[in-house]
């Protein structure tokens, strides 16, 4: 993930993951998380958006390094359980 990952930023990101894995097809795909210091609940869309490709590609997504604040949000947002850890 990139450092910062905001509302203008989400759609970018979103595509290039895709694009990505398109390229590079996995069956398991780790997210490193470890980067992110600005976001707002963008970041959990794009992580979602991607969690939504992967799984229908057969695969499986997983959040590596996940903040703590990042863990809040979405577990504010009622979506922890669909982020597992690495």
Not at 44 to 67: K, N, P, S
Request: with cysteine; hydrophobic share 50%.
């Amino acid at each position: 993930m990139p450092d910062t990952l905001l509302h203008d930023q989400a759609d970018t990101c979103l595509a290039q993951w895709q694009a990505h894995l398109r390229a590079h097809p996995q069956s398991a795909v780790t997210v490193d998380a470890s980067a992110l210091v600005e976001f707002d609940s963008s970041a959990l869309a794009v992580l979602l958006g991607f969690r939504r490709v992967v799984l229908a590609q057969g695969g499986t997504l997983h959040v590596a390094h996940m903040t703590a604040r990042l863990r809040e949000l979405a577990s504010l947002y009622g979506v922890l359980d669909l982020l597992p850890p690495a």
